[in-house]
Structure formats: C-alpha cells, structure tokens
C-alpha cells in the first residue's frame, strides 16, 4: 500500500485566511520511504500571526525569497504524485492531517484547480490512531498530541515544526503504531 504523507506549516488557523508557508510530501509504500519533497509557498496576501511564526519559526523575508507562488507549488505538488502514483487518487496520511488538508484544499481553490481530482476523500490520522489505541487500552494515557506521541515512541525529529521534518517523523510514528495493534 502507498500513502502520501503531508504536513504543512501555516501562517495560523484559519485556511482561509492565514497563509500556507510550506508542505512536506513524504511517499510510503509498504514500510519504506520512497521519496520525498518540501515546497516553500510565498505568503500571498494571506496573513500570519505571531504565534504561528513562534512555533515554526520561519523567517518571513528569508522565506519569500526562496518560496514559490501557489501555482507553482501546485505544479510540482501534482508532477511529485503523477510520478509516485500514477492516474490513481492518493490517499493522504499525517498527524491530524485534515488540518493540513484543509489549507492544501484552499490552495487548489484559490488556483480554481480540483483537489478532488487527485486525492481521495479518504485519510489516515495518527492522532485519531492515538485516540483509538489509549481507549482500547493499549497505550497508558492520552498521547494523541505529535509532541506527546513523538516523546512516548521516542522519535527525535530532525527539524521540528518544518513540514518535511514533522512528515517524515510523522512516518516514523505510523510504522510503530502499525506494530503497536
């Protein structure tokens, strides 16, 4: 089985109206690590809260400069799938992944492109994974967090709050819960 797995950093919240600053695509297939791409996306005229710049402390100038616009992004989004999936619709993995569905959605429609075209309606969410295996009993207490979770497998993340960092560690938790049930 392949999955895409997907992680963004944002200028906030709100898809709608905060800023899609970066994704990491990280392509599985079956235990293994295919390939794997992180796109920088230049702010637009979508805005970015102080906070979300304290978590992933990207520099906005620095940022911009070596960002792409949304069509662009969008561009290489689709060339990395068509080359790891073929025609076929991707399913997306991640750690509560419809958060970062969402702003690559918004994405897709302010570029008037169809997200539905290429992805499937289906996802796979660690944390929902978490959620499960503490109320079926099979972990001590509530780790559904990345950052609790990431602690209790030990993973140690190789740049923390970067999208591709985060997907790939996010990767890495998936495999242990796989042999966790």
């Known amino acids: 089985m392949r999955l895409l797995f997907i992680d963004t950093e944002t200028g906030g919240i709100d898809p709608q109206k905060h800023a899609l600053l970066s994704i ?31 978590i992933n402390k990207i520099d906005c100038a620095k940022h911009n400069q070596l960002a792409v616009t949304q069509t662009t992004a969008i561009k290489y989004i689709l060339d990395f799938i068509k080359v790891h999936f073929g025609e076929a619709k991707v399913t997306c993995a991640g750690h509560n992944v419809s958060f970062d569905i969402s702003f690559v959605k918004q994405m897709f429609k302010n570029n008037k492109r169809s997200f539905e075209n290429y992805f499937s309606h289906r996802l796979i969410d660690t944390s929902s994974i978490l959620s499960f295996l503490y109320l079926s009993g099979k972990v001590p207490y509530q780790i559904s967090s990345s950052a609790k979770a990431f602690d209790y497998y030990g993973i140690s993340v190789n740049g923390r709050h970067t999208a591709i960092g985060d997907a790939i560690a996010t990767v890495e938790l998936f495999e242990k819960l796989l042999s966790t049930v």
């Open 24 to 54: 990491g695509l990280v392509v599985w297939d079956n235990g293994s690590i295919i390939a794997s791409k992180e796109i920088l996306i230049k702010q637009g005229d979508k805005s970015i809260t102080q906070r979300s710049l304290n």
